[in-house]
């Protein structure tokens, strides 16, 4: 028998993520929004907005999830490979996008954008019907280290609290580097 989704679990996951989210913009430092981050090619600034647009991603992730979570799972394995073949083209857009989209979704306007993608995750969250938590999708595994060949619903909704996590680790804000 599954193990039931600890959906108050993925909930809280989410606000953590928000609330962190807007205490780092509290935090930084005027000169630090343009320093660059440490084991990325973004400044502080680029890599807080790629950190807001990977919640963003899995509201498109989920789209996916209801489409190929329902198909053959051949399909959705070859749509998976077909995917990680394009990994470079995906590495390159991604690089290159949140560098322009950081331009836009700048230190101004990402909180609010991360508070809304939060709040539409948590709303998607609470409607998930078991079925669906029962399901599971094949996902281009090089795309991100937390990708896995193929994911329960459950961690497409953990997903983007441990690429957060990964990436939080790489900025160079004094604030938190200090705790």
């Known amino acids: 028998m599954a193990q ?3 959906r108050d679990a993925l909930a809280a996951d989410l606000e953590r993520a928000r609330v962190d989210f807007h205490r780092l913009l509290a935090v930084t430092g005027e000169g630090e929004w343009a320093a ?3 084991g990325t090619r973004w ?3 680029e890599l807080l907005f790629h950190m807001v647009f990977g ?3 899995v509201q498109k992730l989920l789209v996916l999830f209801r489409v190929f979570g329902r198909l053959p799972s051949d399909v959705g394995r070859a749509h998976a490979r077909m995917l990680d073949a394009a990994t470079g ?4 857009i991604n690089f290159h996008g949140t560098r322009v989209a950081a331009r836009v979704y700048n230190r101004h306007r990402m909180g609010a954008k991360m508070d809304r993608v939060i709040a539409s995750l948590q709303r998607s969250l609470q409607r ?3 079925a669906n938590f029962a399901r599971a999708m094949a996902y281009p595994a090089r795309w ?3 990708f896995r060949d193929s994911m329960p619903l459950a961690a497409i909704y ?3 609290g441990q690429h957060y996590d990964h990436h939080r680790n790489q900025l160079t804000i004094t604030a938190i580097r200090e705790n």
């Open 4 to 6: 039931p989704v600890e």
């Open 158 to 160: 953990t997903y983007p």
């Open 43 to 45: 400044t502080n600034e």
């Open 128 to 130: 998930e019907s078991d």
């Open 36 to 38: 660059p981050s440490s």
């Open 55 to 57: 919640y963003m991603i």
């Open 89 to 92: 083209p995906f590495d390159w």
């Open 144 to 146: 991100d280290p937390y």
